[in-house]
């Protein structure tokens, strides 16, 4: 497994659970410093990432791009698949395709997270899925074309009401026509829905694609109460080779919350090669 740590550029969220903020350079520099191996941003639009310049800070400093987020869509936009607005699911989804075909300059997926949005009284929950179903298809077979994957991202039920669980997100991915979608484990969100987050792992198995690295207080790794080895260890079972991405609260600090999840994805990761052997 790799490790990998986020970079907001999105001022709208602002208090949001990532890591880095505002400044790319500065932030692949310190990635680099800390011995990170990738770095997922999430861009405010697909052309504010200056591609030559990206391409030559993750060339200097020997890191991948593990993904960018698409959840400026919905923060700046109010764009979401589900929305009961013909127009704004069309611009929510020519959104999504700008950035995988961003990301795929790259070797990266894109995720889809909050863009899912929710059923509602207008959009009831069938009507709702049949949308974020067609948006899946059309968009995963698009990253296909690009020769990467998609990622589909799992929210606790604060956040939407059409798939809270790995389970809910395997039954999603299994009824599409593409098999290019994978599901975003967010382990803030799992600590919230699932009843046991390793066995919801080995449930999920192949579907997995990315991992949210992070603490049931959304604090980086380490600093709340989840419990590690489990977890850590069922990925290796199941053969995840993916990264283990700090999307976490940039507390006490942005360096301290960084440090902390490189120590923790290190020692977990060693601990769980040791209990498989
Ligand atoms: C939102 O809660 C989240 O976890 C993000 O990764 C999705 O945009
Ligand atoms: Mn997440």
């Known amino acids: 497994m790799k490790s990998c740590v986020t970079i907001s550029l999105v001022a709208e969220a602002r208090g949001g659970p990532f890591v880095f903020w505002d400044d790319l ?13 990738a770095i997922e941003i999430f861009p405010p639009s697909p052309d504010a990432i200056d591609h030559q310049q990206l391409r030559g800070a993750l060339a200097a400093s020997n890191l991948q791009l593990a993904a960018l987020g698409t959840g400026a869509g919905w923060v700046r936009h109010q764009l979401t698949l589900t929305s009961a607005d013909n127009a704004v699911r069309e611009q929510a989804i020519a959104f999504i395709r700008s950035i995988i075909n961003a990301a795929a300059e790259f070797g990266a997926p894109a995720i889809i997270g909050s ?4 059923a509602t009284p207008e959009v009831p929950a069938p009507q709702a899925r049949d949308y974020l179903r ?7 077979q698009a990253a296909s ?20 669980t790995l389970a809910d997100g395997v039954v999603l991915l299994e009824s599409l026509q593409t098999d290019n979608v994978r599901l975003l484990a967010d382990l803030f969100h799992m600590n ?5 987050i390793a066995a919801a792992f080995r449930q999920a198995g192949r579907h ?12 980086a ?19 995840y080779q993916g990264y283990l991405s700090a999307e976490a609260l940039p507390l006490p600090s942005s360096n301290e ?16 090669r040791v209990a498989g052997n």
């Open 115 to 118: 863009m899912q949005g929710r």
């Open 25 to 37: 350079i500065a932030s692949i520099r310190q990635a680099e410093e800390m011995g990170f191996d």
């Open 221 to 239: 790794a380490g600093l709340g109460h989840m419990t590690y080895g489990p977890i850590v260890r069922s990925l290796v079972d199941i053969g």
């Open 145 to 164: 074309e690009r020769g990467v994957p998609l990622l589909y991202e799992p929210l606790n039920r604060y956040e939407t009401n059409l798939c809270n």
């Open 134 to 140: 067609a948006a899946l298809d059309v968009l995963g």
């Open 257 to 272: 919350a960084a440090l902390q999840t490189i120590r923790a994805i290190h020692y977990w990761t060693a601990a769980a």
């Open 192 to 196: 919230i829905e699932e009843c046991d």
């Open 208 to 219: 997995v694609g990315h991992v949210h690295f992070v603490d049931s207080n959304r604090r």
